[in-house]
T-cell receptor, first 112, second 114 residues
Framework: SQQGEEDPQALSIQEGENATMNCSYKTSINNLQWYRQNSGRGLVHLILIRSNEREKHSGRLRVTLDTSKKSSSLLITASRAADTASYFC????????????FGKGTSLLVTP | DSGVTQTPKHLITATGQRVTLRCSPRSGDLSVYWYQQSLDQGLQFLIQYYNGEERAKGNILERFSAQQFPDLHSELNLSSLELGDSALYFCASNRDRGFTGELFFGEGSRLTVL
């Protein structure tokens, strides 16, 4: 079952614009991660933010976490065509052991 | 290159058949995770092994089974295949028992059941 849900499902922007994707989750977490997937390829880790952190930066990426609202956002600044991919948030939940559960992703298209 | 190797990359088989997917984790990684990705269900966690022992279980069907061998490679066995089992199957690895850090994903095995 999905723990995180990304919004929007799809996003189309032009190069140079900023892209913002949101993730909402249901239960308390230890950390939240964002991954990127190029079409048909494996997922690549982008950034991890812990539950006691509010904001984190990595290059053109900025992630925020609001545990009171159970939500996170991923901002990609100055988008490039090469940023075209699907972006997933993933949260750790304790079920039968620990699992990292992924949302269904936001499909980002950046046009030149 | 994540360092995680999955074989085969593509597999086409018929309903009712059995297949085995193989995963070699990154050097030094003790945990292996299996995920299934389909258009309707998204990315579903199946099962995790840590150093040869099952550690966590997700939405894995009874027709599916997995194991991790002493050399830490893992195999996912899918039997009595149905059309709905067609999906991308990913293996991921990391050094941790839990989820304190990132997962490193392989390129996946694409299974088509006809």
């Amino acid at each position: 079952s999905q723990q995180g849900e990304e919004d929007p499902q799809a996003l189309s922007i032009q190069e140079g614009e900023n892209a913002t994707m949101n993730c909402s989750y249901k239960t308390s977490i230890n950390n939240l991660q964002w991954y990127r997937q190029n079409s048909g390829r494996g997922l690549v880790h982008l950034i991890l933010i812990r539950s006691n952190e509010r904001e984190k930066h990595s290059g053109r990426l900025r992630v925020t976490l609001d545990t009171s609202k159970k939500s996170s956002s991923l901002l990609i600044t100055a988008s490039r065509a090469a940023d075209t991919a699907s972006y997933f948030c993933a949260t750790d939940i304790s079920n039968s052991g620990y699992a990292l559960n992924f949302g269904k992703g936001t499909s980002l298209l950046v046009t030149p | 290159d994540s360092g995680v190797t999955q074989t085969p990359k593509h597999l086409i088989t018929a309903t009712g058949q059995r297949v085995t997917l193989r995963c070699s984790p990154r050097s030094g990684d003790l945990s292996v995770y299996w995920y299934q990705q389909s258009l309707d269900q998204g990315l579903q966690f199946l099962i995790q092994y840590y150093n040869g022992e099952e550690r966590a279980k997700g939405n894995i069907l009874e027709r599916f089974s997995a194991q991790q061998f002493p050399d830490l490679h893992s195999e996912l066995n899918l039997s009595s295949l149905e059309l709905g089992d067609s999906a991308l199957y990913f293996c991921a690895s990391n050094r941790d028992r839990g989820f304190t850090g990132e997962l490193f994903f392989g390129e996946g095995s694409r299974l088509t059941v006809l």
